[in-house]
C-alpha cells in the first residue's frame, strides 16, 4: 500500500511530525457532487486528544485482483494517486454540502518514512476508538449488482412532512450518494417494497440480468437480525429468489475487507462501525445480529440441505463463522475481558497482510498485558518496527508467547508451512503461514487438558535456535490415516471415520474391547473423535455463549450423538423436495437433527484438518497433517496436551558459547502454565553438543495420556531445534 508521488511532493505534504507528541494528519474532504471529479481535499495536523470529530476509514488498498487504474486526486493542491478502491471510497462518502473530515492510513501517514510509520501504527487503536465513526468500505458495487435504486424510489416518494418519512430520508438528505439501513423499524418501508413486489413481473422486468442481490441480501439480513429463524425465511426458499440473494450475500462477504487483518482491531474498538457497499450502508450490529441467529438456527434446523441445492451450502456458515470471530472479540473488548496475546494472534491468524509483520503488529493494540516478570515488572512486549527482518519478529514472538503463557502452549497448531524449506527453527511459529479451518477453536482448548502435571524443570533458550525442556518419550507411531477435511459435509466425513475405524485392528484380531489406556477400544475411538470434550451454546440475544467442556467419565450424550450421526437415514427415497417453487424439507426429528449437527461441529473443531494415528504400544489418537510413521509420541514440560516430534536428520547440535535465557522454570507446581515463574535474565553460557535434537512437527491428542500420565522419574532433556 503506498501513495504513487515523489519525494518533493512528499516532503510537502509530510513534514515532520513532532516526535513523541500524539500529532495525527486528517484529511479533509471538500464538498463535491458524486458526479464532481478530481477529488479535493486537505491534510491537517491535530493533536489526538483535542481534534474536532472525525470519521476513520477502514479499508482494503485494493479489492481482490481489481486490476483498475489509480485514482487522481489532490491534496492540498497536489495531483496524488490513490487505488481504485480507496477513491470510490472517497467519492461516495464526500458531502455535496459539506467539509467530511476522515482519517485514511494511507493519505494520513508518510507511507515512506519507517519511523513514522511505526509510531503511528502504535496509536492506531486510539485513532479508531476515538473516532465519530469507523466507515467500513467493502467497495463500490458492479454493474451486475441489483441495489435496490427502484425499491427506494418508491421508498422515497412519501410526504416529506411525515416524521418516520424524514427519518428514512435523513441520511439521503445529508448525502444522496448513500442509503442507509438502520437496523431497526425504520427500515420497514424497505423491506415491505421489496418483498411486496419480490415475485411480480414488476421485479422480473428491473432485475434483467442483474443476477447478483445485494437489496435482497440485506432484507435477508435484516430479518435474520430481528430474530426471525432462518428457516422461516420463505425468500431463501423460493428459487425464483434464493439463487440471486445468496450470491448478493456471497458478493459482500467476497470482498478483500474480509481477508485484510489490520481490520480487526479497526472494528473491534470501534465505537460506531458502520458497513458500506456501493450506495447502501447498515450499521455492524445488524450483521452481527443475523450472525448470531443463524449459528442458533443451524445446530436445531436442517437448512444447510436446502442451500445444498442451491449450490450455496457454505454462504450463510462463512458469513457467521467470519462475523462472529471479529463480533465475539469486540464484546470481550466492551467488557474489557483481558486479551490473551496467544489467543488474539491465533484467532486472525489466517487473515491477510501485506507486510508480513503486521500479521503481529496489526493486532497488539488488542493485547493490554503481555504478563509479568518474577520481580513482578511488566514484560515488554512488541514495539512495531518495520525495519526488522520477518524471522526475527516471529521468533521473538514466539519466546514472548512462551515467556506470556508460562508454557509450551505457543507451539501447538500450524507451525510452518509443510515443505520444510523455512530457515526458522520448527517450534517457532510463522505467523504468515495460514492455519487450518478452525485450528484457533481447536488449540484454545489444550487448556482442558494437564499432560505434564508431574513434570518439573525449566524451559530454556540457546541462542536464537535450540529450545530445550525436560520431557519423557511415550511411544512411536507406526501407523497414519488420512487427513479428515474441514467442511466436507457429514457423509464424506462419515466416510472418512469409518476408514478410521476399520484400521483399528490387525487383519484376523477380533477383538475391539480392551484398549490400553482403559476401558473399550469402541469408546476410546468416538472419545478420540471429538477430543474427548462437548460442545455447548446458547444466547440471549445480548450475550453469546459458545465453549467446550471436557467429557464425565460416564456420560451418554455424546455418544448417542456419534451412533446418530453414523447412521444414514434409512428411507432411500429421502430428499429434499421441489413444491410450488420452493424447497421443502422432509419431516425429520428434531432432537435427531440437531444431535447430527452438533456431533458434525464438535468433530470439525476438533478433528478437521487432522489426521487418525496408532502407536506400537496401541495408544490411538489425532495428529497435525505432516506427522508420518516414525515419529514420537513425547510429552513436554509446559505443555497440556502431546507433541509429535521427529528426530533431526543433522545430528548433533553445539552450542559455542551461546547465551541461555530461561524462559521459565517450574519446581513446585504441578500445572503447566500454573505456577510456573519467569525467571530474571542470567548472563549463562553454553559450550555443549546437543544430541539427540529432535523437530516439532505439531501437537496431538491421544486417548490416554491427556491427563498426569508422564512420569517425572523418565523424563530427560529433549532438544527442539
Known amino acids: ?303 444447510i440441505s436446502v442451500l445444498s441445492h442451491l449450490n450455496s451450502a457454505h454462504s450463510l456458515m462463512q458469513f457467521t463463522r467470519v462475523i462472529m470471530e471479529i463480533e465475539s472479540t469486540r464484546r470481550g473488548w466492551e467488557k474489557r475481558e483481558p486479551m490473551v496475546p496467544l489467543t488474539v494472534l491465533r484467532k486472525f491468524r489466517s487473515r491477510l497482510a501485506t507486510d508480513p509483520k503486521d500479521k503481529v503488529f496489526a493486532v497488539l493494540g488488542l493485547i493490554r498485558s503481555w504478563g509479568k516478570e518474577k520481580s513482578g515488572q511488566a514484560i515488554k512486549g512488541i514495539t512495531p518496527d518495520y525495519a526488522v527482518r520477518d524471522h526475527q519478529i516471529f521468533l521473538k514472538t514466539t519466546v514472548l508467547l512462551i515467556r506470556n503463557t508460562r508454557s509450551l502452549a505457543a507451539l501447538a497448531g500450524t507451525l510452518q508451512r509443510s515443505n520444510g524449506q523455512s530457515a526458522m527453527p520448527s517450534w517457532v511459529t510463522d505467523w504468515n503461514c495460514p492455519p487450518r479451518v478452525n485450528e484457533h477453536i481447536r488449540v484454545g482448548n489444550i487448556q482442558l487438558y494437564d499432560a505434564s502435571k508431574y513434570l518439573s524443570g525449566s524451559v530454556t533458550l540457546h541462542g536464537q535456535s535450540i529450545l530445550e525442556t525436560q520431557g519423557c518419550l511415550m511411544d512411536q507411531v507406526e501407523y497414519v490415516g488420512r487427513t479428515l477435511e474441514s467442511e466436507q459435509g457429514r457423509n464424506r466425513s462419515r466416510l472418512t471415520v469409518l476408514e478410521w475405524f476399520n484400521t483399528l485392528h490387525s ?115 489425532t495428529g497435525p497433517v505432516d506427522m508420518s510413521v516414525g515419529d514420537s509420541v513425547a510429552v513436554l514440560l509446559g505443555s497440556r496436551v502431546p507433541f509429535i516430534i521427529r528426530r533431526d536428520d543433522q545430528g548433533p547440535r553445539r552450542c559455542f558459547g551461546q547465551d541461555i535465557q530461561v524462559l521459565f522454570s517450574e519446581w513446585s507446581s504441578y500445572a503447566a502454565g500454573k505456577g510456573a515463574m519467569v525467571q530474571q535474565d542470567e548472563t549463562i553460557r553454553c559450550y555443549s553438543s546437543h544430541q539427540p535434537c529432535h523437530r516439532v512437527i505439531g501437537d496431538a491428542y491421544v486417548h490416554g495420556i491427556m491427563f498426569e500420565c508422564a512420569d517425572p522419574w523418565k523424563s530427560r532433556s529433549i532438544f527442539l531445534v
Not at 492540498?76 to 473530515?101: D, E, F, G, M, Q
Not at 448417542?560 to 422432509?586: C, F, H, K, M, Q
Open 507 to 621: 487383519p484376523g484380531e477380533t477383538n475391539l474391547e480392551e484398549y490400553v489406556g482403559g476401558g473399550s477400544l469402541q469408546t476410546a475411538f468416538w472419545r478420540t473423535l471429538c477430543a474427548d470434550l462437548e460442545f455447548v451454546q446458547y444466547t440471549d440475544r445480548s450475550d453469546y455463549i459458545r465453549e467446550f467442556r471436557r467429557l464425565p467419565e460416564q456420560t451418554n450424550g455424546v455418544n448417542d450423538a456419534y451412533e446418530r450421526w453414523l447412521t444414514v437415514d434409512e428411507n432411500p427415497n429421502r430428499r429434499t423436495s421441489l413444491v410450488g417453487g420452493i424447497w421443502v424439507e422432509p419431516t425429520n426429528s428434531q432432537i435427531e437433527r440437531e444431535s447430527k449437527n452438533a456431533f458434525q461441529y464438535l468433530l470439525e473443531c476438533t478433528s478437521g484438518g487432522r489426521r487418525f494415528f496408532k502407536t506400537k504400544k496401541g495408544y490411538i489418537g
Open 1 to 303: 500500500m503506498s501513495l504513487r508521488l515523489d519525494s518533493r511532493i512528499s516532503r510537502y505534504l509530510y513534514p515532520q511530525l513532532e516526535p513523541g507528541a500524539r500529532t495525527i494528519r486528517l484529511i479533509e474532504l471538500l464538498p463535491g457532487d458524486f458526479s464532481a471529479l478530481p477529488i479535493h481535499c486537505q491534510l491537517v495536523e491535530k493533536n489526538l486528544a483535542t481534534c474536532p470529530s472525525y470519521k476513520a476509514l477502514s479499508y482494503s488498498w485494493r479489492n481482490g485482483n481489481d486490476t483498475s487504474p489509480d485514482g487522481a486526486i489532490f491534496c492540498n493542491s497536489k495531483l496524488i494517486y490513490v487505488s481504485a478502491n480507496l477513491h470510490a471510497a472517497l467519492r461516495r462518502l464526500r458531502s455535496p454540502s459539506t467539509i467530511v473530515t476522515l482519517w485514511v492510513d494511507a493519505i494520513c501517514i508518510n507511507q515512506q518514512d519507517y519511523a513514522e510509520r511505526a509510531y503511528q501504527v502504535g496509536m492506531m487503536r486510539d485513532i479508531y476508538q476515538n473516532s465519530s465513526e469507523v466507515s467500513i468500505w467493502l467497495g463500490e458495487s458492479r454493474p451486475e449488482d441489483h441495489m435496490g435504486d427502484w425499491i427506494w424510489e418508491n421508498v422515497g416518494g412519501a410526504d416529506d412532512d411525515d416524521d418516520d418519512d424524514d427519518a428514512l430520508l435523513r441520511a439521503k438528505r445529508d448525502n444522496p450518494n448513500i442509503v442507509q439501513w438502520f437496523g431497526d423499524t425504520r427500515d420497514i418501508p424497505k423491506l415491505e417494497a421489496y418483498f411486496s413486489s419480490a415475485l411480480g413481473e414488476e421485479r422480473v422486468s428491473r432485475f434483467a440480468d442483474k443476477k447478483i442481490d445485494i437489496f435482497g441480501a440485506f432484507c435477508v439480513l435484516h430479518l435474520l437480525a430481528s430474530g426471525v429463524p432462518v428457516d422461516k425465511i420463505w425468500h431463501l426458499r423460493h428459487v425464483s429468489c434464493s439463487t440471486g440473494i445468496v450470491e448478493g450475500l456471497n458478493a459482500l462477504m467476497g470482498k478483500a475487507w474480509w481477508k485484510r487483518i489490520w481490520v480487526v482491531q479497526e472494528t473491534v474498538v470501534a465505537k460506531k462501525p458502520v458497513i458500506y457497499y456501493g450506495n447502501l450502508c447498515a450499521p455492524w450490529r445488524l450483521f452481527a445480529l443475523a450472525a448470531v441467529e443463524y449459528d442458533t438456527c443451524r445446530m436445531r434446523d436442517n437448512f
